[in-house]
């Protein structure tokens, strides 16, 4: 059974700085595509970065670029999403999320690319 379980959202100020962690279980965690997600009430889920756990190609998504650092521990098959920087338009809830096989995106991941997601957890930035 594919678990995976974000943590680390929170309220910040402008400036700030958040990392989500994203433990996952039951997957082949060497070779999987994992992502972040971010989704604001009425708008659509958005991709904020994504890469391939064996290597390869990172997304981010432009609102994010320089801030923004996804990274892995492989030992704890554990996803990390560093937010610096942070701003009041990154208030939203965050989405971890699993593909079990390569990455692959034209443009820009889409969420029905992705097979496993967490419950999510929410981040607020107040100016």
Request: hydrophobic letters at 30%.
């Amino acid at each position: 059974q594919v678990q995976l379980v974000e943590s680390g959202g929170g309220s910040r100020q402008t400036g700030g700085s958040l990392r989500l962690s994203c433990v996952t279980s039951g997957l082949r965690f060497s070779r999987v595509c994992m992502g972040w997600f971010r989704q604001v009430p009425g708008k659509e889920r958005e991709a904020v970065a994504a890469f391939p756990t064996s290597g390869g190609s990172t997304y981010y998504a432009d609102s994010v670029k320089g801030r923004f650092t996804i990274s892995k521990d492989m030992a704890k098959s554990t996803v990390y999403l560093q937010m610096n920087e942070l701003k009041p338009e990154d208030t939203a809830m965050y989405y971890c999320a699993a593909r079990p096989e390569s990455c692959w995106w034209v443009g820009t991941p889409r969420d029905s690319a992705f097979n496993y997601w967490g419950q999510g957890t929410q981040v607020t930035v107040s100016s």
